[in-house]
């Protein structure tokens, strides 16, 4: 099962930092990636990162804030996420790619988790 699985979510104040994790049996062959949906708003992408962990690529908005990094061994990839603002509150979703090269956009997404809830207060 590929089905990827977040962890980490949860609630922080602005400024503050959280790492989110992402378990994906078989993830370890694709780029995997992050995505989030902010209240009222689409889902968008944040981070992604290749199937061997050499390239990465981020959204305008997180980048210098966000990372992302993997463990192939444990088919686990993370986001670190600091100086966070309440404007990143969003239920973030892990994504597993249909090649190993890069996710860019929702088309290069193969499995989606469920999301977990991030909340950041002012």
């Known amino acids: 099962q590929v089905q990827p699985v977040e962890s980490g979510g949860g609630l922080v104040q602005a400024g503050g930092s959280l790492r989110l994790s992402c378990a994906a049996s078989y993830g370890g062959a694709y780029a995997m990636g992050w995505f989030r949906r902010a209240p009222g708003k689409e889902r968008s992408f944040v981070a992604g990162?290749?199937?061997?962990?050499?390239?990465?690529y981020y959204a305008d908005s997180v980048k210098g804030r966000f990372t992302t990094s993997r463990d192939n061994a444990k088919n686990t990839v993370y986001l670190q996420m600091d100086s966070l603002k309440p404007e990143d509150t969003a239920v973030y979703y892990c994504?597993?790619?249909?090649?190993?090269?890069?996710?860019?956009?929702?088309?290069?997404?193969?499995?989606w988790g469920e999301g977990t809830l991030v909340t950041v207060s002012s």
């Open positions: 990162i290749s199937r061997d962990g050499d390239s990465t």
């Open positions: 994504a597993v790619g249909t090649s190993p090269i890069m996710i860019r956009h929702s088309y290069d997404v193969n499995y």
